[in-house]
């Protein structure tokens, strides 16, 4: 059974940093792309970053761009996300997910975890 669990959320005042990490069972995690998503409170799901089988390819938005970087060990079946220079509007809910191929559209990911709770005081 496929499992994605994040875990790392939490507060943090904004300028803080933080660091995610996703750890994935039941299928071949060395070959597949790895995402990060993020929901905020009434607001759509989006991209916040992916990383290739390999590690060798990202990319982001220009939200995160330079403040998020996104890395993986397959020997760890686990996936990264590190946050620096956090703002407000970085709080959301934030999710993992496991695609074939390097993509920033959701419909693209075929396993997500439950998400995890990222909250940046002002």
């Known amino acids: 059974q496929v499992h994605l669990v994040e875990s790392g959320g939490g507060l943090v005042q904004a300028g803080g940093s933080l660091r995610l990490s996703c750890a994935a069972s039941?299928?071949?995690?060395?070959?597949?792309?790895m995402g990060w998503f993020r929901q905020a409170a009434g607001k759509e799901r989006e991209f916040v970053g992916a990383?290739?089988?390999?590690?060798?390819?990202?990319y982001y938005p220009d939200s995160v761009e330079g403040r998020f970087i996104i890395s993986r060990d397959n020997a760890k079946n686990t996936v990264y996300l590190q946050m620096n220079s956090l703002k407000p509007e970085d709080t959301a809910v934030y999710y993992c997910?496991?695609?074939?191929?390097?993509?920033?559209?959701?419909?693209?990911?075929?396993?997500w975890g439950q998400g995890t709770q990222v909250t940046v005081s002002s």
């Open positions: 997910g496991a695609s074939a191929l390097l993509s920033s559209r959701q419909s693209g990911y075929d396993y």
């Open positions: 990383i290739d089988w390999g590690g060798g390819s990202t």
């Open positions: 039941g299928f071949a995690f060395g070959d597949y792309s």
